[in-house]
């Protein structure tokens, strides 16, 4: 099993800047990707960013140029840096990792952004 911890989120005005971590502890060896979801309210669950155990990453649309996902091996954990945050990035932030075909999810953290 794959235990994820996400934290860093919270209230910050429009504009402003966030940095949320997971951290992944547990059976992690065979984790191929970790990544952002977020769902809004009354929303689908949708993909923020991904990195793969090479290094390679995938953004959203709706984020290119405002978020960077990053990865620390040495503490296994995975950073989402997002900066010029709108209302619309207001959603519940999951951290995901996929270990052998095996999705796991973290419990989410809140990020609210005030207009």
């Known amino acids: 099993q794959v235990q994820l911890v996400e934290s860093g989120g919270g209230l910050v005005q429009a504009g402003g800047s966030l940095r949320l971590s997971c951290a992944a502890s547990?059976?992690?060896?065979?984790?191929?990707?970790t990544g952002w979801y977020r769902q809004a309210p009354g929303k689908q669950r949708e993909l923020v960013a991904t990195?793969?155990?090479?290094?390679?990453?995938n953004y959203a649309e709706s984020v290119k140029g405002r978020v960077t996902i990053s990865r620390d091996s040495a503490k296994n954990t995975v950073y989402l840096q997002m900066n010029s945050l709108k209302s619309e990035d207001t959603a519940v932030y999951y951290c995901?990792?996929?270990?052998?075909?095996?999705?796991?999810w973290g419990q989410g953290t809140q990020v609210t952004v005030s207009s």
């Open positions: 547990g059976s992690i060896g065979g984790i191929t990707a």
């Open positions: 995901w990792s996929r270990r052998f075909y095996k999705d796991y």
């Open positions: 990195i793969t155990n090479t290094g390679s990453t």
